[in-house]
């Protein structure tokens, strides 16, 4: 199987911003909440409100986040982004 050249195809070039809030409405989200473990809740929360992926609220350190704060420093989300890239949680 071959592939044409991204710069070659079709395609529209993607800005890796959404134009379009894919997100549930509030309703769903907190009716969602209500069925799930508490660990799960963190997790969604974190989602939502971080704009966090899966892997990076699971992984999510929130002792370490603290420490940073205390510190006077922005914290990083590092554990489960994609390539490892450290990204600001501001």
Do not use: W
Request: overall charge positive; glycine content about 6%; aromatic content about 6%.
């Amino acid at each position: 199987m071959r592939f044409e050249s991204y710069s070659r195809s079709c395609f529209a070039p993607k800005s890796g911003i959404a134009l379009v809030d894919g997100s549930v409405p509030d309703v769903l989200h907190q009716k969602v909440l209500a069925g799930v473990t508490v660990e799960l809740q963190l997790v969604m929360q974190l989602q939502r409100f971080l704009g966090m992926r899966f892997r990076e609220a699971s992984l999510f350190d929130a002792q370490q986040c603290l420490k940073a704060i205390e510190n006077n420093e922005t914290p990083s989300i590092v554990r489960g982004t994609k390539g490892a890239t450290a990204t600001n949680s501001n």
